[in-house]
């Protein structure tokens, strides 16, 4: 099945500072790659998400890159708040599982004001 | 317009005992997906449901679990006989359809097996 590995697996940043996240997957086959950000004592949230034909995608101060050819995608997190602190989850989707989500181990990002 | 709903979101039970998590998916969703996370670990896939259908339940232990999407009412993950090994938090997710939107997650049901 899938496999992804994501790191660093804790990522403490000052406030206004850059965050990346990143995450490599066995599969080439793979053609989603969803980001859930986690809060304490609640359930992820689609943060973001991106699909195997696009290369990047935006939103806000939120980005994802995606290289098929190296089997990699990162989270990159511009001008971190306070509220940015969160455990972050990458996940991949192949074709032939359609449903099923591979989620990486997470990464748990402070942000020090 | 309610999110994925989970209850309870926290349930302590002896060795031996039975667990029922239920899971109530968003307005418009008939697909219901199971996972449970370790502490420090992330989301692993447990079982696929639609209404009154298991789909893939390749992530669940065959023995112990068992989980049900009947036509009327909520989503249940059952554990028979539970062991300390069953602590987790087991999140629930819904989606509108099976691979063209995006898995909406309840806030979790954390067990704890004392």
């Given at each position: 099945?899938?496999n992804?590995?994501q790191?660093p697996s804790?990522?403490?940043?000052q406030?206004?500072?850059s965050?990346?996240?990143k995450?490599?997957?066995?599969?080439s086959?793979s053609n989603y790659f969803?980001?859930?950000?986690?809060e304490?004592?609640?359930g992820?949230?689609?943060?973001?998400?991106i699909?195997?034909?696009?290369?990047?995608?935006?939103?806000?101060?939120?980005?994802?890159t995606l290289?098929k050819t190296?089997?990699?995608?990162s989270l990159?997190i511009t001008?971190?708040?306070?509220e940015?602190?969160?455990?972050?989850?990458?996940a991949?989707?192949?074709p032939t599982?359609d449903?099923?989500?591979?989620?990486?181990?997470?990464?748990?990002v402070?942000?020090?004001? | 317009?309610?999110?994925?709903?989970?209850n309870?979101?926290?349930?302590v039970?002896?060795r031996g005992q039975?667990a029922?998590?239920?899971?109530?998916p968003?307005?418009g969703h008939?697909?219901v997906y199971?996972?449970?996370?370790?502490?420090?670990?992330g989301?692993k896939?447990?079982?696929?449901?639609?209404?009154?259908?298991?789909?893939?339940?390749?992530g669940?232990?065959?023995?112990?679990?068992s989980?049900?999407?009947?036509?009327?009412?909520?989503?249940?993950?059952?554990?028979?006989?539970?062991?300390?090994?069953?602590?987790?938090?087991?999140f629930?997710a819904?989606s509108?359809?099976r691979?063209n939107?995006?898995?909406?997650?309840?806030?979790?049901?954390?067990?704890?097996v004392t």
């Amino acid at each position: 099945g899938e496999n992804v590995e994501q790191h660093p697996s804790t990522l403490s940043v000052q406030e206004g500072d850059s965050a990346v996240i990143k995450c490599t997957y066995s599969d080439s086959a793979s053609n989603y790659f969803p980001w859930y950000k986690q809060e304490l004592g609640k359930g992820p949230q689609l943060i973001i998400d991106i699909r195997s034909n696009v290369g990047e995608k935006k939103d806000q101060r939120i980005a994802v890159t995606l290289n098929k050819t190296a089997k990699h995608f990162s989270l990159h997190i511009t001008e971190t708040q306070p509220e940015d602190s969160a455990v972050y989850f990458c996940a991949a989707r192949v074709p032939t599982n359609d449903y099923k989500l591979s989620f990486g181990a997470g990464t748990t990002v402070t942000v020090r004001a | 317009n309610a999110g994925v709903m989970q209850n309870p979101r926290h349930l302590v039970r002896r060795r031996g005992q039975e667990a029922r998590l239920r899971c109530s998916p968003m307005k418009g969703h008939s697909h219901v997906y199971w996972y449970r996370q370790l502490p420090e670990e992330g989301l692993k896939f447990m079982v696929y449901l639609q209404k009154e259908n298991i789909i893939d339940e390749s992530g669940m232990p065959k023995e112990r679990f068992s989980a049900e999407f009947p036509k009327e009412g909520p989503s249940i993950l059952r554990i028979q006989q539970v062991v300390r090994g069953d602590s987790a938090a087991y999140f629930c997710a819904s989606s509108r359809d099976r691979n063209n939107s995006p898995l909406h997650f309840g806030n979790g049901t954390r067990l704890t097996v004392t």
